[in-house]
């Protein structure tokens, strides 16, 4: 999550160092300048829905617009079929040069965006993939790396404090975006599978706050013996530490999950210690490297085809680099309402 993303590298290296879960993330590329023949140059970013993940995307797509000095239209999909093929078909009408999107479906959404290129639009994917050959470039975070590296630091938390066992509960969003969200669980489970004291108890879709609250309330229920949970979104993340809150069962349940927020960050610096670790993606990066690859593919330069970024994670363990991190997704938030 950036704007400029000068600054990033090293504050999450310093939750990265501190937490031995983490790994390094690739160094960001560096944006071009405004030249005379980009302001001719007119692009789409689209994104399917309005929480924090992505106004992070479009603050990095803005910011790389602005330093290429390039028109960028905005459109929200609100996660409806029809409305991200009427927005393609608009913005095919007035000419954009490139779009770029977090598709709604890998195959749903390839007739309009095919339209789209049979008429010499540049289609550039980010977060999510469309199938066949569409795309000039898609930048993604590395999904199965979202999961294994929060699923590093449950098990470290599991060794330490639960002498190796644990009843485990995952919520995701499989039928949102099955793809995504296998990849975020295989990771999570491929890591703390190893440990043979460890049981996989519920597996269940909740993706939103709300949804998660009431998912979670009735696993609990049902499974007194879950204490632990990992949630493979923003969403479902929120939602399952506010159900622990709600059962009383702070102390009694940690929380593991993905994706970073400004609440999220509250969550994970909260007395009650529930929140005990997220992985975050780089949306601000995911935006920004969309933009430059829509730009090279329109200018003719060559494209990078596949662009993936690591995740960043942020332990309780390590309070110094939540506060940094904290603190610069403020940054972000405000350069990108600006």
Do not use: H
């Not at 999909?77 to 409305?83: I, L, M, T």
């Not at 930048?139 to 938390?157: F, R």
């Not at 296998?182 to 519920?202: C, D, S």
């Amino acid at each position: 999550m950036r704007n400029t993303f000068i600054t990033f590298a090293a504050v999450a290296l310093v939750a990265l160092m501190a937490f031995s879960g983490c790994s390094k993330p690739a160094e960001p590329s560096s944006g071009g300048a405004p030249d005379a023949a980009a302001a001719k140059i007119k692009l789409a970013g689209m994104v399917f829905q309005e929480d924090q993940f992505f106004r992070l995307v479009l603050f990095g797509m803005r910011d790389a617009a602005k330093k290429a000095g390039v028109e960028l239209l905005e459109g929200n999909s609100a996660s409806k079929p029809e409305k991200e093929i009427q927005l393609v078909n608009t913005y095919v009408a007035r000419k954009v040069d490139a779009i770029i999107l977090s598709p709604l479906s890998a195959k749903g959404s390839v007739a309009a965006l095919k339209q789209a290129a049979d008429k010499g639009v540049k289609i550039v994917t980010y977060n999510t993939p469309v199938e066949g050959d569409l795309a000039v470039s898609a930048v993604a975070s590395i999904e199965e790396d979202l999961g294994a590296q929060t699923g590093k630091a449950a098990k470290q938390y599991i060794e330490e404090k639960l002498g190796g066992k644990a009843k485990i509960a995952i919520f995701c969003f499989k039928s949102q975006a099955p793809e995504q969200s296998e990849a975020r669980v295989g990771g999570f489970k491929k890591e703390v599978g190893t440990l043979p004291g460890v049981e996989f108890v519920a597996e269940q879709d909740a993706w939103l706050p709300e949804l998660g609250v009431r998912k979670v309330g009735e696993v609990l229920t049902a499974n007194p013996g879950v204490n632990i949970i990992w949630a493979a979104n923003e969403g479902g993340t929120v939602g399952a530490v506010m159900a622990v809150r709600n059962a009383g069962r702070a102390g009694q349940v940690a929380v593991f999950g993905t994706d970073a927020s400004e609440q999220l960050l509250g969550f994970l610096q909260a007395d009650d210690n529930i929140l005990q670790a997220i992985t975050s993606q780089r949306p601000t990066e995911l935006g920004r490297l969309a933009v430059e690859n829509a730009l090279k593919a329109v200018k003719g330069e060559p494209v990078e085809k596949k662009v993936s970024l690591p995740g960043v994670c942020l332990s309780r363990t390590d309070p110094a680099g939540v506060a940094a991190f904290a603190k610069q997704l403020q940054e972000w938030i405000g350069a990108g309402s600006k």
